[in-house]
């Protein structure tokens, strides 16, 4: 016999025992009570042993406490209801229940009908307690139905379960203020308003449907709600696919990238934005992840013209194909001085945002000329240009790489970071800005598609390092942020934007997370490290130590405008002559004389 079995049968067999005797005590007085247990202790035996063999017969033995509920409790009912008329019988044939009370067979049920359920559901509601729900997704589910009701219970059992349903959107106003496994109808799918007043404080990551007779408006409108309030949307299958197993494994499809994120999105309502109305908008490397976003958001917010300007065809041909307004597309380098110049100069648009990068460190380590020629020359002809035809605005996408850099990638943004500080104190036809920001969830080259390949073949997911941490963001929030930034005004021209991005994530930690929200355990994927690359940070930050920083009108944006390490322009004029040349080893000696913050990563690797 199984160990936890017999254990049970065991737990069962004294709790009646101990019942038949507490039934005895609660109506006689106790030396009484004792004296007639001595002479009836046989049949307290048989009470017990009839249960348990009746209780065996209904399976419930084969049952697991934590998973208890109304089936087991039935058959608890039935079989002491048996053993209880069973037991009364046998007492009337051979005592004539003579000395026992009439109230005793039915003390004797409820002692032990408690006794029997007690210890389980308190089992049960002990270990749901101690799942650690900060580790599961709080979600809003949409529907009052049973695929509902089903999914709420087996997130509560389920032991691995990524969600913790926190709200209910029922589809009837009838429903509004009931409650389906403790779990709290909040509103009506068909009275959102009233529903964003509800939520707050409920920290919500995700809207769930599991509702299919929902029709395509109120679909919409949920959308609409989720993306207003930065929260992931998904919908569950259909009751049919699910597994009728305890300790089946859970989705909501598909699983969002916010998900990972651990924690709400922020959402920026701000009139700031209708600024770009009616403007034209360069956007460079418009095929990428933040210059794609930057063409949809913006195309959103009804501007007069946007130019996508993308060296990758195929890249150019997807982000054309999801852009919807005003557009055009522009096959183009931004190497390519006369080509740029001839888009700058032909549009004369309003606003650039400059996007365009080589960002993959490994790459961008072993050719790093090719990344000053990219990331550093394009700039500063970009930012001539932009002089030069009196360009009202451009913006200038950088990283937290730039930030006591290791690398030629991080290194290169900060030099057109100074670059671009510095030109700015000269008289300029236009207003310069920087964007400083962390690791984007989902663009290309993060970690996260990396994981989730990973996971698909089974593991291992890699890590560099076990104390990697990096600073997140989901795409949106990055590019609203970038948006916002372009239309705030400041004093002084050439300032950075640094977008506040929460406390930094670790990578160890996200790659479980990531783990959970597959279905997986850490036991099926395994995480090994591989040990930091080349140019690779354990931790990275948002702004140098001496960099004054202050708030901006705008929650969530900070700005500074110190310059550091000033640079003598003929110096710039000397490495850009170095880097045409590819004359690599005199280059990269400029570039670190003129870089005295580019240091290598060897102390993070200790």
Excluded at 20 to 28: G, K, N, Q, S, T
């Amino acid at each position: 016999m199984n160990k936890k079995i017999l254990i049970t049968v065991i737990h069962d067999f004294f709790i009646f025992c101990l019942s038949f005797f507490m039934a005895l005590l609660l109506r006689l007085e106790s030396d009484y009570a004792i004296l007639l247990m001595q002479s009836l202790w046989v049949f307290s035996i048989l009470f017990a042993f009839s249960n348990i063999v009746i209780l065996n017969y209904y399976g419930l033995y084969h049952g697991i406490w934590r998973y208890a509920s109304m089936h087991e409790i039935i058959s608890i009912f039935k079989s002491i209801v048996i053993s209880t008329l069973f037991t009364i019988a046998l007492l009337f044939l051979i005592f004539r229940l003579q000395d026992i009370p009439r109230s005793f067979p039915i003390l004797l049920f409820i002692v032990s009908l408690l006794g029997v359920t007690g210890p389980r559901v308190l089992y049960r509601i002990l270990k749901d307690k101690l799942i650690k729900k900060k580790s599961k997704i709080p979600v809003l589910i949409v529907g009052d139905n049973d695929p509902s009701e089903n999914f709420i219970r087996l997130t509560k059992i389920a032991k691995n379960s990524p969600y913790n349903v926190v709200g209910i959107v029922g589809t009837k106003k009838s429903g509004v203020g009931r409650r389906i496994h403790n779990i709290p109808i909040l509103s009506s799918v068909n009275d959102l308003d009233s529903l964003q007043k509800k939520i707050k404080g409920l920290e919500l990551q995700r809207v769930i449907i599991s509702d299919n007779t929902i029709d395509s408006k109120l679909i919409e409108s949920l959308y609409i709600f989720s993306k207003k309030n930065g929260l992931a949307i998904g919908v569950i299958p259909k009751i049919s696919n699910f597994s009728l197993d305890p300790g089946a494994q859970f989705t909501a499809n598909p699983i969002a990238i916010e998900d990972v994120l651990g924690r709400k999105q922020k959402v920026h309502d701000t009139p700031l934005l209708s600024q770009i109305t009616n403007k034209t908008i360069l956007i460079t490397g418009a095929g990428g992840s933040i210059g794609g976003e930057l063409a949809r958001q913006v195309c959103s917010l009804n501007p007069k013209l946007i130019i996508l300007l993308e060296s990758n065809e195929y890249a150019l041909y997807k982000i054309s194909s999801e852009v919807k307004g005003p557009f055009i597309s522009k096959l183009a380098d931004i190497r390519d001085n006369a080509r740029m110049e001839e888009i700058i100069k032909n549009h004369k648009p309003d606003i650039i945002f400059h996007a365009a990068a080589l960002k993959h460190i490994t790459f961008v380590e072993d050719d790093p000329i090719e990344a000053l020629k990219t990331n550093f020359l394009a700039t500063v002809k970009i930012c001539e240009l932009c002089n030069l035809y009196e360009i009202p605005k451009m913006i200038f996408i950088s990283t937290d790489k730039a930030v006591y850099p290791t690398n030629i990638m991080g290194a290169s943004k900060r030099l057109c970071e100074k670059y671009i500080q510095q030109i700015s104190n000269l008289n300029c036809n236009t207003n310069f800005s920087i964007v400083r920001f962390g690791n984007v969830l989902g663009s290309t080259g993060s970690v996260i598609p990396l994981f989730e390949n990973q996971i698909k073949k089974g593991g291992p997911i890699t890590i560099t390092h076990p104390k990697v941490t990096r600073f997140f963001m989901t795409i949106r929030e990055a590019v609203e942020l970038v948006l916002i930034s372009s239309q705030l005004t400041t004093k002084k021209n050439g300032g950075i934007f640094i977008l506040e991005m929460g406390d930094s994530v670790s990578i160890k930690d996200l790659a479980k997370r990531m783990i959970t929200l597959s279905g997986k355990t850490e036991a099926e994927i395994k995480i090994e490290f591989t040990g930091l690359r080349k140019g690779e940070k354990i931790a990275e930050k948002l702004n140098f130590s001496n960099e004054e920083m202050s708030k901006t009108e705008v929650d969530g944006i900070l700005f500074t405008k110190n310059k550091l390490y000033n640079v003598d322009f003929t110096d710039y004029e000397k490495l850009a002559s170095l880097i045409m040349k590819n004359n690599m080893i005199e280059a990269m000696k400029k570039f670190r004389e003129i870089l005295p913050e580019f240091k290598n990563n060897e102390e993070d690797k200790n």
